[in-house]
């Protein structure tokens, strides 16, 4: 089993509507949990940390299930920038420092 | 202009020839480390520092080699660099650790002949 598992998608929704990405993680020393979004061929960069209690930005919302061992991101009113590959990312504590990166649900968002 | 860079952004070399990919950050980051990106896999951790002169292996460390003799560079050796080493490579840094923000490089495309 993977550490941290991402659907791949794609996922093709239309301008305007909601989608939602789910990510599991396998580890339950895992620390600190993070969206990162990643535009073909680019570099990836923070969209968000994931709090225990939850944290919204304008349209997106991460929410954190520490029984169950997932992460959401919801994502309300989709723009046609927000066509990209969103990157599930894990850090665990006593685990050296090392990050694991889920590999990815793309996105597309249509006219 | 607070960055990472990256040198050089692309490469194509063959088997066996030694290389060095450079990373800079002027952010005064402590921490820095090394990712490959596969199709399929995503992105894999290859090396981390904490700070000068304290490296780590990541997830895939085999076939790399790292340094940090000064706080903001973190290059990343191929001594013998293979097919299987073709790939997308990123450094980034962050402020202490793992747990903040990384910043990653615009990227290395690597091909091995």
């Known amino acids: 089993r993977k550490e941290v598992e991402q659907d791949p998608g794609p996922f093709n929704v239309p301008e305007g509507a909601t989608v939602a990405f789910n990510c599991t993680y396998s580890?339950?020393?895992?620390?600190?949990f993070f969206w990162y979004r990643q535009d073909c061929r680019k570099e990836p960069k923070l969209l968000m940390s994931?709090?225990?209690s939850g944290n919204e930005d304008g349209r997106f919302t991460a929410q954190l299930n520490r029984a169950s061992q997932y992460i959401s991101l919801l994502i309300r009113d989709s723009k046609l920038s927000d066509s990209a590959t969103y990157l599930c990312?894990?850090?665990?504590?006593?685990?050296?420092?090392?990050?694991?990166f889920g590999t990815g649900t793309q996105l597309k968002v249509e006219l | 202009e607070a960055q990472v860079t990256q040198n050089p952004r692309y490469l194509i070399t063959v088997t066996g020839k030694k290389l060095t990919v450079t990373c800079s950050q002027n952010?005064?980051?402590?921490?820095m480390s090394w990712y490959r990106q596969d199709p399929g896999l995503g992105l894999r951790q290859i090396y981390y520092?904490?700070?000068?002169?304290?490296?780590d292996k990541g997830d895939v460390p085999e076939g790399y080699k790292v340094s940090r003799k000064e706080k903001r560079n973190f290059p990343l050796i191929l001594e013998s660099p293979s097919p299987n080493q073709t790939s997308l490579y990123f450094c980034?840094?962050?402020?202490?650790?793992?747990?903040?923000?990384?910043?990653f490089g615009p990227g290395t495309r690597l091909t091995v002949l």
């Open positions: 980034a840094s962050s402020y202490r650790d793992s747990y903040n923000e990384q910043f």
């Open positions: 580890n339950s020393a895992s620390q600190s």
């Open positions: 994931v709090y225990s």
């Open positions: 990312v894990v850090s665990v504590t006593g685990g050296g420092n090392k990050l694991t």
């Open positions: 952010m005064n980051h402590e921490y």
């Open positions: 520092s904490m700070n000068v002169e304290v490296t």
